[in-house]
């Protein structure tokens, strides 16, 4: 079993922590309505346990879920039957011809992926430029610096039914990465079962993500909202069209 959405904190990021891609999605979905992509494959980077799979199907759309956690994928394809999901890295799945890709939730600043090296995302932009149509859309969200002071650490608790959550985040200045740790517990029976995982981020400026991009060929927008749905602090939107 990988250290990084393990059973529990599967369960419980589905179940007590699903806003993100419920908010997301409408915004999403209206930017491709704006760009006439009205139907096709969306390729869901970093899927999760399909909710946003969930509401692109909804939407006549055909979806390819990718994730690196087996727990996720398989609440995705109990939520999800219609759509294709695949345990594998972001960094390496092929990407088949689509009609837009998505990255939903920070997934690209995740280094809990080994495959997740600087290198490597500026493959992965040229992956999703060679896959997409011709007008296709490339929409993903970002963390950047900025969420925590230098020197101070944040912590939160958040409960729901049988299960709570801990989270300790610090954001290291030098480095340009977050770390954060997360301590669970989840009510199974008469007890509560404790998971321990450490997630590190690698954050990212938004100049230096568009500058990829267009490197690559896309026509580049950024934002801090999808839609009417504004992101948390520190995280930013990009809007990648490849040219007709």
Not at 80 to 88: I, L, R, S, T
């Amino acid at each position: 079993m990988k250290d990084w959405y393990k059973e529990d904190l599967a369960y419980i990021h589905d179940v007590g922590f699903s806003d993100y891609a419920l908010k997301s999605a409408p915004g999403i979905l209206a930017i491709l309505a704006q760009n006439q992509i009205r139907q096709g494959l969306i390729v869901d980077l970093g899927c999760g346990s399909g909710l946003s799979a969930q509401q692109f199907t909804k939407a006549h759309y055909r979806v390819l879920g990718v994730d690196i956690s087996e727990p996720l994928i398989d609440i995705a394809r109990t939520r999800v039957p219609e759509a294709e999901f695949q345990v594998e890295s972001l960094f390496k799945a092929d990407i088949p011809p689509c009609s837009a890709v998505t990255a939903i939730g920070e997934c690209l600043n995740y280094l809990f992926d080994p495959d997740n090296e600087r290198s490597t995302l500026a493959s992965l932009f040229h992956r999703v430029y060679g896959a997409l149509m011709a007008g296709g859309m490339f929409i993903f969200d970002i963390a950047e610096p900025g969420q925590i002071r230098q020197g101070t650490k944040t912590k939160s608790f958040t409960e729901g039914e049988g299960w709570v959550v801990l989270v300790e985040k610090e954001e290291h200045q030098e480095h340009q990465t977050l770390t954060r740790r997360i301590i669970t517990f989840r009510k199974l029976g008469e007890s509560y079962r404790r998971d321990d995982e450490v997630h590190h981020l690698r954050l990212y400026q938004a100049a230096d993500i568009a500058r990829e991009l267009y490197q690559v060929g896309f026509q580049v927008q950024v934002m801090r909202s999808y839609g009417h749905y504004n992101l948390p602090k520190a995280h930013l939107v990009f809007i990648a069209r490849k040219p007709t």
